[in-house]
């Protein structure tokens, strides 16, 4: 059974930093190809992108409202992947969730992941 735990959210002031993490059990990144991801949901709206990154680090993608602020990077031999938020602003509050797939490509849409963790909560006052 894959599970993905994320750990890391808390209440942060605006222009402060965060770094969420991301254990998977069940799901083994080295020696498969396996795509992960971090998206978010703010209180009444709909789940979106963050960032993806692929199985071997090698290409990375963020939605344009986190561009250059946040960074997505994985341990394969830990099974983990993280997202370092820095220069966070009110807007950024939500729930945060990692999510994971078999695949080579990075992947943008919910529909592509297969895995999903329960979500941690960041909120960011102002």
């Known amino acids: 059974q894959v599970q993905l735990g994320e750990s890391g959210g808390g209440l942060v002031q605006a222009g402060d930093s965060l770094r969420l993490s991301c254990a998977a059990s069940?799901?083994?990144?080295?020696?498969?190809?396996?795509?992960a991801g971090w998206f978010r949901q703010a209180p009444g709206k709909e789940r979106e992108f963050v960032a993806t990154?692929?199985?071997?680090?090698?290409?990375?993608y963020y939605a344009d409202s986190v561009k250059g602020r946040f960074t997505i990077s994985r341990d394969n031999a830990k099974n983990s992947v993280f997202l370092q938020m820095t220069s966070l602003k009110s807007e950024d509050t939500a729930v945060y969730y990692c999510a994971a797939s078999y695949g080579r490509s990075g992947y943008r849409q919910l529909q592509d992941y297969s895995y999903w963790g329960q979500g941690t909560q960041v909120t960011v006052s102002s």
């Open positions: 069940g799901l083994t990144f080295v020696g498969y190809f396996v795509t």
């Open positions: 990154i692929t199985w071997n680090g090698g290409s990375t």
